[in-house]
């Protein structure tokens, strides 16, 4: 194998776990967002919700911006053709994401208008995490390009029902995630709400994960010999169990775990059916755009993989620091 | 910002992935962490965490903006001054020298040019909101304090940024001589060239009207009143930026540059004097200063990209050619009044909750 190939596969397990992390850390944020009415029932409650968020997200989401960057450094081609052809949907994400980031900022600093920004974060954390997903399905799915690696078709295209699926799925997973950090950050009557939202979404996770292995299974050829994707299987399996389990036992932090664990099976299928394509042509496999056919020099991929070896474990450091210095149960003065 | 590279500039992000995007990477990796993780327990962790991991998250965050700001200059500057590649067979651009494309040769001025007047605006941020208190007499001595900093910072920068945006001037003749040209509405290479205070250029006649001084451009060159300046006409037409836009936009930063080193001056001599506090007129100008610095800072910007066009990689790709293949103007049009709709909403959200905080005051 050429030095290279090793590089390019370096690099999209890098971005791999970037996305991932992005998914557990961000998808915890946007999972409480996109709750706050059905599990906050009065101003307190969502005080305290948002402010079990309010602390991280924005270190959250770097891993997006990160990971964006990362696939522009590794894969420009991929980067390029994804983000020019779905280009009303980004553009969708973009507005979802800033009206997510500002609203929990103007809630606590304009009170009269306090009911509007809880929605704009509410509208604005679904809509992002949906669009997530239906992305990410489409370019493992496959859409149209020509051969100039140009996107060939519209918006309308991305909406079919296995990246559909796909979206609901990220959605799925995302307000468990959301539900079970809840359960982590709060007490009392709020906390046996986010129990039974968890009860609720464990149901929901897992007929969603169902019906994603099985398409998943006929969709892709070949998938069913590959032991990632029933690794994948397993670690889903896994933590949907542990968590019915846990919610039983009124465990305040395993389900946190549990969800990710979920979470991260259902990546590992994702990624199983994708590699080595970054976006899968659907109209003729030989215009697919993969890690070998899509990626930067072999000099730049060296730089950047001294960059993120010696940066991502120091990032990872001191992000474990400050969430431990804000671990337990959220507290009234945690506030803005 | 790092979205529309993708989206709008598809093929400039074809073209440039060896090279830019490792810098937008580098910035997350090195800078955004760091910053982002530790803003949040600068505004939560207040009483999570001792006084003084309180103030080295402070420290961190402003080390990370600082971090931040760098990669940022060494991406817009390797687009103005490119090092370190080469153009292969296919018309791709490919590394050659990580080194050179970070350390290419405008970055260390305009770098220091950026921060110094990042800081410029933070200090008369500070010193305006401070002004407002003492001239009320609110907020005792945290006030006092505050103006007292905020004075300090303001005599300095814009001093230290004279010197900086001399030294960028003399980069920019020498790197980029259209763009220069273009500030001062230079178009006939000569000896002596002026340097206008004020003016206007009718780019159809070739020609510009103001007030001037004979020879101080040629002078502030390399201190030589018969130093040669290039003039527009000695490149291709087609390789000239909007000249009148660029020479208001440079002079709108430049203007407010000089009268900030005048009054940051005046504020330091009365602070020395033992006037400032009582100096009920200079303390009244104070809070209208604020929007100044983020002006120079639009027009400094739009000094330097448009004063780069018709390029996006100064001398490599055109403008023209960068932009996304299958987005269609109509897209691209949604998206700028999208965009702009939004950015208003934010804008007044701002104004309208600073001034707020302003008046509610920091917490005794």
Known sequence: ?????????????????????????DGFDLGVGSLLPFLGRDREERDTLIHSIGPVWDGNEVWLITGGGALFAAFPQAYATAFSGFYVAMMLVLFALIFRAVSMEFR???????GLWEKALVAGSAVATLLFGVALGNVIYGVPLDPRMEYTGDFLTLLRPVPLLFGLTGLAAVLLQGAAWAVMKTEGALQQRAFRAVRVLLWINAAVAILYFIVMAAAFPGLTDRPLFYAGALLTLLG???????????NDVAPFWESSC??????????????????KASNDPRLSLTIF???????????????????????????????????????PSDAY | MEFSFGTNWSNYARAVGDIFGPLLAAEGVIAFFLESVFVGVLIFGRNRVSPRMYWLSALLVFIGGHLSAFWIIVANSWMQTPAGYTVDAAGRIALTSFADAVFNPSMPVRFIHTVLAAWMTGAVMVAGIAGYYVRKGLHGQTARTMLTIGIVLFALTPVLQLGAGHMHAIEVINMQPEKAAALEGHFVTSRGAPLYALGWVDTARETTYGIYVPKLL????????????????????????????????????????????????????????GRLYRARGYLFILPFLIPLPHLAHETGWMTAEIGRQPWIIYGLMK???????????????????????????????FVTLCVKLVKQGPAS
Do not use: C
Request: charged residues 10%; without cysteine.
């Open chain 1, 293 to 331: 056919n899509s990626s930067t020099g072999l000099h730049t991929l060296q730089v950047m993989s001294v960059i993120a070896l010696i940066g991502m474990p120091i990032v990872i450091g001191y992000t474990v620091f400050v969430y431990r210095i804000f671990k337990g149960k959220t507290r």
């Open chain 1, 262 to 279: 979920s979470f991260i099976g259902l990546w590992l299928a994702a990624g199983a059916a994708q590699f080595p394509n970054l976006i």
């Open chain 1, 108 to 114: 606590a600093h304009d009170p009269a208008r306090a």
């Open chain 2, 319 to 349: 403008t023209a050619d960068a932009s996304s293949v299958v987005v269609s103007a109509g897209n691209v049009l949604f998206s700028l009044v999208m965009f702009s709709l939004i950015y208003l909403l934010l804008f007044v959200m």
């Open chain 2, 218 to 273: 040629s002078f502030l060159y390399n201190f030589d009143f018969n130093s040669e300046i290039k003039g527009l006409r000695d490149f291709p037409k087609a390789h000239w930026p909007p000249v009148n836009l660029v020479f208001q936009a440079y002079h709108v930063m430049v203007g407010i540059g000089m009268l900030a080193i005048a009054l940051g001056l005046l504020g330091a001599f009365l602070l020395v004097t």
């Open chain 1, 240 to 250: 949907l169990v542990g968590l019915f389990f846990s919610v039983r036992r009124q």
């Open chain 1, 1 to 25: 194998m050429e030095t290279i190939q090793n590089f390019q596969i370096l690099w999209y397990a890098l971005i791999f776990v970037l996305l991932l992390g992005y998914s557990l850390l």
